[in-house]
């Protein structure tokens, strides 16, 4: 099992920055790779990015592509999501979350979901 702990949520003003954290522990070498997923009030949890180890392939989606950048610190098993550019619709509920497949890509299974961190982007 995967236990999955995010941070770095918080309130800026649209076009700032931040970068939320995911610090992954537990049988982490069992996974093919890790994503971040995101759920607005009223809306359904969506996929945001995802990469999968072998060749350090990143996927995102295409309201964030260019704007956020996925990748992780072997060294400090941790998962980050740097968000430049923000948006008022960006704001949400920040989850990053487990590759269950062998074949880690949006499509695939994702679980050991974190607690989520918060997002909120102001005009």
């Known amino acids: 099992q995967v236990q999955l702990v995010e941070s770095g949520g918080g309130s800026v003003q649209a076009g700032g920055s931040l970068r939320l954290s995911c610090a992954a522990s537990?049988?982490?070498?069992?996974?093919?790779?890790m994503g971040w997923f995101r759920q607005a009030p009223g809306k359904e949890r969506e996929f945001v990015a995802a990469i999968r180890w072998i060749g350090a392939v990143t996927y995102y989606a295409d309201s964030v592509k260019g704007r956020f950048a996925i990748s992780r610190d072997n060294a400090k098993n941790t998962l980050y999501l740097q968000m430049n550019s923000l948006k008022p619709e960006d704001t949400a509920v920040y989850y990053c979350a487990a590759c269950l497949n062998y074949y880690c890509s949006p499509s695939a299974d994702f679980g050991s979901w974190g607690q989520g961190t918060q997002v909120t982007v102001s005009s």
């Open positions: 537990g049988r982490t070498l069992s996974t093919s790779g």
